[in-house]
């Protein structure tokens, strides 16, 4: 059955999606989607170094997003604002990436399939990878999830009840290097921030609680990467443009069923 | 009595700015500690020093082991981005049952607001939300920052009957922070003054009449605070360090 690149490219989709999900969520609850952004776009510049190097890709790409992370967690609080900081650090990231990848000349790469991903040339061991990394996240968020949500609600009230905020931040950072990893494949480096953001905005009007909007995400992010899939089929489109644009569709009709609801 | 919860000569820094030096503090069970001082005087940094929130420079605390904590914050501002119910909230990190987050909410007087979204809650009703909340575990010292913030008079009227009530039902040690002045030292067995330092502190009749506290908030509301206060002299030993401290916040 993982003959068939079809199915190895849905069940790949599936992976990233239930992955990205609840942490899209916790990416729109603590205003990160730009911290997401730029967690992507060094993604580009792990996989230039990556190949410079001859290091495996996967693990290169990893440390250039966590990388990334502190850097940014660095650099605010020091007359920056977060946004401008994550402005200056994720274009940075990406131009340099770009340049590394030209200055290599030698190596042959396909810049297309790691900026918009190349979902249906999965093949069974970026299914393995996928499939850990993704079982790698939910049970890291699974695990902690009253602290990870405490944390994000208030440090202060965390810290009251004994949970370490710093502690709950490295986590979700971590998972968020995990997920850029091994969604680069499915969608590529520019469209990963929308596969985390939009299934969790599409749940918000429809829940009520904060579990109920991770597993809706989970659903919304399940259904954009096979419809999406199959769409790009039917149409013969990219598939990782087509399944943002999926997700973007089913976030319009949450919006419109959430204000007919609170009507 | 044993304290529940002591600071030792603590000192924070924040920013490179000493917000709190020399601090000691000892609160013993079931009684209730205000800490009063103008803006910037490092009142709310005491009390997230005491939860563990900053770190400290110098100085140590001491809490009871296992010592049980109920916070209740200056402000908490809970994102619309994030669906929560007010039980959910409650019910967080620790799982609680149903009947005990039910009972809690009752006994904070916002019994019919399981259901509501915290985000649609006004502030009246969120402060007696993060009261109920901080009453759950059955805190043996309770940290109310400002928590009678956005509450009009009879609302925080209400609320310090209920913390006087709170102390006779459950025991626990209150501190609290609050430039509610004439309120809040009604129901107090001790106030603090402090300005990085504490300046004085006593029984509220004995601080209300030291000079370190009608120096600091004497001239530094212009007499705004007169009202409270039958008569204050303006002859301020000027050369006191915290009065220079002040100027700077005002």
Request: proline letters at 4%; charged letters at 15%.
């Amino acid at each position: 059955m993982l003959d068939d690149f079809l199915v190895r490219a849905a069940l790949a989709g599936l992976g990233v999606a239930i992955a990205a999900a609840p942490l899209g969520c916790f990416v729109v609850w603590r205003r990160m989607a730009y911290f997401g952004e730029a967690t992507a776009h060094a993604a580009i510049l792990g996989v230039a170094l990556a190949l410079a190097f001859s290091l495996p890709i996967l693990p290169s790409v990893l440390v250039a997003a966590l990388i990334m992370a502190t850097a940014v967690s660095a650099l605010t609080g020091r007359g920056y604002a977060m946004d401008t900081v994550l402005g200056v650090l994720a274009h940075s990231a990406l131009a340099a990436g770009l340049v590394a990848v030209a200055l290599l000349g030698n190596v042959r790469l396909d810049l297309m399939a790691f900026l918009f991903g190349d979902i249906l040339a999965v093949n069974t061991t970026d299914l393995l990878v996928i499939w850990g990394g993704a079982a790698a996240v939910l049970l890291l968020m699974f695990s902690r999830w009253p602290a990870l949500l405490m944390a994000t609600l208030s440090p202060d009230l965390a810290r009251a009840s004994g949970i370490n905020p710093r502690r709950e931040e490295l986590v979700l950072t971590l998972a968020l290097a995990i997920v850029v990893a091994v969604a680069i494949k499915v969608v590529g480096v520019l469209l990963i921030a929308a596969l985390l953001v939009i299934p969790a905005a599409a749940a918000r009007p429809l829940a009520r609680t904060p579990e109920t909007m991770a597993l809706g995400a989970i659903l919304i992010g399940a259904t954009s990467s096979l419809g999406g899939l199959w769409a790009a089929l039917m149409l013969d489109t990219p598939t990782g443009p087509t399944i943002v644009c999926i997700a973007a569709l089913i976030f319009l009709l949450s919006i419109a069923v959430g204000g007919i609801r609170n009507r | 009595m044993k304290p529940v919860i002591a600071t030792h000569g603590i000192g924070v820094k924040l920013g490179g700015r000493l917000v709190l030096h020399d601090v000691s503090v000892s609160i013993i069970p079931r009684e209730i500690v205000t800490i009063v001082g103008p803006n910037g005087s490092g009142k709310s940094t005491f009390l997230r020093a005491l939860i563990g929130a900053v770190p400290l420079s110098s100085g140590h605390i001491d809490k009871a082991p296992g010592l049980r904590i109920g916070y209740v914050p200056q402000k908490l501002a809970i994102d619309a981005t994030m669906p929560i119910t007010v039980r959910r909230f409650l019910g967080l990190p620790h799982k609680i049952g149903l009947k005990t987050v039910d009972a809690a909410l009752m006994r904070a007087d916002v019994g019919g607001l399981g259901d509501h979204q915290m985000s649609d809650l006004s502030g009246g009703q969120f402060q007696r939300v993060l009261l109920a909340r901080a009453l759950l575990e059955n805190p043996q010292v309770l940290l109310l920052d400002e928590a009678t913030q956005g509450l009009d008079q009879p609302g925080s009227a209400a609320f310090y009957r209920q913390i006087e009530e709170v102390r006779r039902n459950l025991g626990c040690a209150v501190v609290m922070v609050s430039h509610d002045l004439h309120v809040v030292m009604a129901a107090s067995d001790r106030v603090l003054c402090l300005n990085g330092h504490i300046c004085c502190e006593g029984t509220p009749e004995i601080v209300a009449s030291a000079p370190e506290y009608r120096a600091l908030f004497g001239t530094g509301t212009k007499g705004a605070l007169a009202l409270y206060r039958h008569e204050h002299s303006h002859s301020h030993d000027h050369n006191h360090d915290h009065l220079h401290d002040h100027k700077d916040h005002a």
